[in-house]
């Protein structure tokens, strides 16, 4: 699936998120309002509490706001059923968590092929072209407890990359990382630019020296935008 | 090299069981176990009721009738069997007994003591026939009987069946055994002369043989329900059938007990454990469900790892069970001409609610979990 390079990939449309009720509300967002263009490379930055993965989690689905609209692809995704939601999430999105989880009884080459959305004849020469590309070509027989942290998380960006999503979603995926492996994923990361549209969160402003825009937040606001030519 | 297979289909339920054996084996090996103690259990209860339609086995093909309150057949009790089955052939029958051992201890079983004429027609109606010796001399201290029952009671041809020395198997003078039989029942015969006048307080019966074994049946219920219950007993098949189902019926219940008890022990175990698991498995469903794998999808894959599981170890089971069976029978019980039947499909059947729990069990405690489960927050508790 590919998205239309006009329309805006991810949509928030003043969008709060809201914990617990009546004196014990927490505000995990107040008012979101952000674009982001379709294969662009989007960087989300904030003290810690500030609502990053809140932001992410929304994007994904895998949260519903309290208030305002989260489109993708112009849809809005409140009014998918819970089934279109899994079949969009299937199709649409590589999500890459902080904490590099595979399953531990499969191999590397295995656990990439979850990622597939569905059954393929050639998903090994998928899972083996894409190993190459990445870079990890020689670690795809081992087992999750044989390869080490970034060698983990970048199977794990293979995983979600290996469906081609339109849109690739990180939550903090250099945050168990040292800073070498760390700036080896980002490039990866970056890297998928070329087909999606990516959104990353980190703490590191360091590590957004390429991204197109880069999202402050504060307190679930948003506080700076800032687009690079 | 890279597995292909395993890459297009990562998430079958065929590959978790074969990958994670010290997960899957405990439960495979417990489950088994339960399979083998049921169908044990079962089937060495069964044999009680079998050894017993067996032994007697001989009612099929003919039924006796014995006076009340009387050590002889009276002439009117006579006619009277006579009239409800004219079609039949009737004749006098007078039983010396010997003890035959079974798994639950000595049964008595009857030596016939029946003219030449008729021993005759009765081995020919149970079709019996003599293998080894020959049949019992009129008016001799001699005995012929089933193979089943010589070996049994350990006896060779020439060898004393009856003596006066003995407690479980008395004669008034030492009876010989002379001929063994063989056929689908069990029999042993005498010379009714001999019989007649050295057991004085033997009760004479009366035995009625139909054209088939199909009016045997017949007679038996006419026998059973027509007959004056003061003055004559009917022993039927369907009579032994009934008092045998009725003696065991509460060794039955408790069997039935039993097999409940193992089945909800192992089933409870296998619950838990799958519990346990799931909790080890959280980042798992967590992470599939966040990539977006459908609950249905996580739980058609867990309906048929249980099921994998279910069918590996029932089959194990039953594998050790048939085994061990036909062991004990071959090295036991058959030495020592007891019976068993290894095969028996009752046993095997009682075995099914032991899997069908532990499923059920596993099933809805990974379906609870599941549902109640919130990836998202899964994921970052991380
Ligand atoms: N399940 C929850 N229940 C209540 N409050 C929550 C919950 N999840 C998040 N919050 C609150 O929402 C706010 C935003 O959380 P979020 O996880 O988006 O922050 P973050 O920027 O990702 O932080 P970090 O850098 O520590 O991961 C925080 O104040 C947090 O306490
Ligand atoms: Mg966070």
Not at chain 1, 172 to 189: F, I, K, Q, R, S
Not at chain 2, 332 to 349: C, S
Request: with cysteine; hydrophobic share 50%; proline share 5%.
């Amino acid at each position: 699936m590919t998205l239309p390079s006009v329309s805006p990939a991810i949509e928030f449309a003043e969008v709060s998120l809201r914990y617990g009720e009546g004196m014990r509300t927490s505000v995990a967002l107040d008012s979101v309002a952000l674009s982001m263009k379709p294969r662009s490379f989007v960087g989300i930055l904030g003290p810690s509490g500030s609502g990053k993965s809140s932001l992410l989690y929304l994007a994904s689905g895998l949260k519903q706001p309290s208030a305002g609209e989260v489109r993708v692809a112009g849809r809005e995704l409140a009014k998918l059923s819970a089934a279109e939601m899994v079949a969009l999430r299937r199709s649409m999105f590589g999500i890459v968590f902080q904490q590099p989880y595979l399953l531990h009884y499969l191999s590397a080459a295995e656990n990439i092929g979850v990622g597939l959305p569905q059954r393929e004849m050639n998903a090994a020469e998928k899972v083996g072209e894409l190993a190459l590309r990445l870079g990890i070509d020689s670690l795809l027989h081992k087992l999750p407890h044989e390869l080490s942290g970034g060698e983990r998380q970048r199977v794990c960006i293979a995983r979600a990359v290996i469906g081609s999503p339109p849109i690739l979603l990180a939550d903090e995926p250099t945050a168990a990382l040292d800073h070498a492996n760390g700036h080896e994923v980002m490039n990866l990361l970056v890297s998928c630019r070329e087909f999606a549209t990516v959104m990353v969160v980190t703490h590191d402003p360091e590590m957004l020296e390429g991204a197109d825009m880069v999202v402050r937040m504060r307190d679930g606001r948003v506080e700076d935008v800032s687009v690079s030519q | 090299m890279i597995r292909t297979t395993s890459i297009q289909n990562p998430l079958s339920a065929w590959l978790y069981f074969r990958r994670n054996p010290a997960r899957n084996l405990p439960v495979v090996v417990a489950l088994a176990l339960a399979v083998v103690l049921v169908a044990g259990i079962v089937t060495i209860v069964s044999s009680v009721d079998q050894t017993v339609l067996t032994m007697y086995g001989y009612q099929r093909y003919l039924s006796i009738v014995t006076p009340r309150n009387a050590l002889r057949l009276s002439d009117e009790l006579r006619s009277e069997v006579i009239k409800l089955v004219p079609n039949a052939r009737t004749f006098d029958v007078i039983p010396a007994w010997t003890n035959v051992r079974t798994v639950f201890g000595k049964m008595p079983f009857p030596i016939m003591g029946v003219a030449h004429q008729d021993r005759e027609f009765l081995a020919e109606a149970c079709g019996v026939s003599l293998v080894t010796g020959r049949w019992p001399a009129k008016g001799a201290p001699e005995i012929a009987m089933s193979e089943a029952i010589a070996k049994n009671r350990d006896l060779k041809l020439g060898d004393i069946v009856l003596d006066p020395k003995s407690e479980d198997n008395f004669a008034a003078e030492p009876m010989k055994l002379v001929g063994t039989l063989r056929g689908p029942v069990w029999l042993a015969v005498a010379s009714a002369e001999f019989v007649r006048d050295r057991f004085p307080v033997a009760i004479h019966g009366l035995a009625v043989i139909g054209a088939s074994e199909q009016s045997q049946r017949s007679i038996d219920v006419l026998l059973d329900k027509q007959l004056d219950k003061s003055t004559a007993r009917a022993w039927t098949y369907r009579t032994l059938v009934r008092d045998t189902r009725d003696a065991l019926s509460s060794l039955y219940l408790m069997m039935r007990v039993i097999v409940v008890i193992i089945a909800v022990t192992v089933a409870l175990l296998a619950g838990m454990l799958a519990g346990i698991h799931f909790g080890q498995r959280l980042g798992e469903f967590a992470t599939l469900v966040a990539i977006g794998y459908s609950q249905r999808f996580l739980l058609r894959r867990i309906v048929g790892e249980i099921a994998i599981l279910c069918v590996v170890a029932w089959t194990l089971g039953l594998l050790v069970t048939v085994a061990m069976l036909f062991g004990l029978a071959k090295w036991v019980m058959e030495p020592r001409g007891l019976l068993l039947d290894p095969m028996y499909p009752a046993a095997y059947l009682y075995t099914l609610p032991v899997p069908f729990a532990l499923g059920v069990f596993s099933l809805v405690t990974v379906t609870r979990r599941l549902h109640k489960m919130d990836a998202v927050s899964v994921i970052e508790r991380r």
